[in-house]
T-cell receptor
Framework: GEDVEQSLFLSVREGDSSVINCTYT??????LYWYKQEPGAGLQLLTY?????DMKQDQRLTVLLNKKDKHLSLRIADTQTGDSAIYFC??????????????FGSGTQLTVLP | DAGVIQSPRHEVTEMGQEVTLRCKPI?????LFWYRQTMMRGLELLIY????????DSGMPEDRFSAKMPNASFSTLKIQPSEPRDSAVYFC???????????FGPGTRLTVT
């Protein structure tokens, strides 16, 4: 099975909160990330959380990590039409090599309805 | 900084032709990553370089794929010969040390007919 799983679609009304969920399988993951991809563009890092944390807040974004259940979520408060995009969850592990390798989920297409 | 630059943005080619994708990482970044994105398989790491040296190419699908990084400011991903199943968006990303945030380029959309 996939290392990182996400639901494919989410629709919300403008002004509501969005919650995008992600599960991962590797308990040795050290960092977990949320990336945003707008149409025709590359991935942009939104936020990340270290595995020894359970919450991180950055303006409208709140990341919650349940390490026991290997569950990560991204909450976007006051969702705007500009938040419509694909959101990717990714995990990484400490590597004895020379780079941190990321494993991405399939992405969740967020559609914000006016 | 201009960010990671990829060219071309779109490539349409016929099966059997050689395709070369290009990437210019952010100046000062010493790690470079090539990814492929498809509907079926999502985003996959193909290969990454550190200080211009290929470190892990286990994600390269077959011998038809090759990547080079002749200097710190340029990398290529070559497919020869190309096949329709290679159609995908190919992303290049760079990071300062390999353990820092990866900055993605806009991608090259490859269509092989």
């Amino acid at each position: 099975g996939e290392d990182v799983e996400q639901s494919l679609f989410l629709s919300v009304r403008e002004g509501d909160s969005s919650v995008i969920n992600c599960t991962y399988t590797d308990s040795s993951s050290t960092y977990l990330y949320w990336y945003k991809q707008e149409p025709g563009a590359g991935l942009q890092l939104l936020t990340y959380i270290f595995s020894n944390m359970d919450m991180k807040q950055d303006q409208r974004l709140t990341v919650l990590l349940n390490k026991k259940d290997k569950h990560l979520s991204l909450r976007i408060a006051d969702t705007q039409t500009g938040d419509s995009a694909i959101y990717f969850c990714a995990e990484s592990k400490n590597s004895s090599g020379s780079a941190r390798q990321l494993t991405f989920g399939s992405g969740t297409q967020l559609t914000v309805l006016p | 900084d201009a960010g990671v630059i990829q060219s071309p943005r779109h490539e349409v080619t016929e099966m059997g032709q050689e395709v070369t994708l290009r990437c210019k990482p952010i100046s000062g970044h010493n790690s470079l990553f090539w990814y492929r994105q498809t509907m079926m398989r999502g985003l996959e790491l193909l290969i990454y370089f550190n200080n211009n040296v290929p470190i892990d190419d286990s994600g390269m699908p077959e011998d038809r794929f090759s990547a080079k990084m002749p200097n710190a400011s340029f990398s290529t991903l070559k497919i020869q010969p190309s096949e329709p199943r290679d159609s995908a968006v190919y992303f290049c990303a760079s990071s300062r040390t390999g353990f820092d945030e990866q900055y993605f380029g806009p991608g090259t959309r490859l269509t092989v007919t």
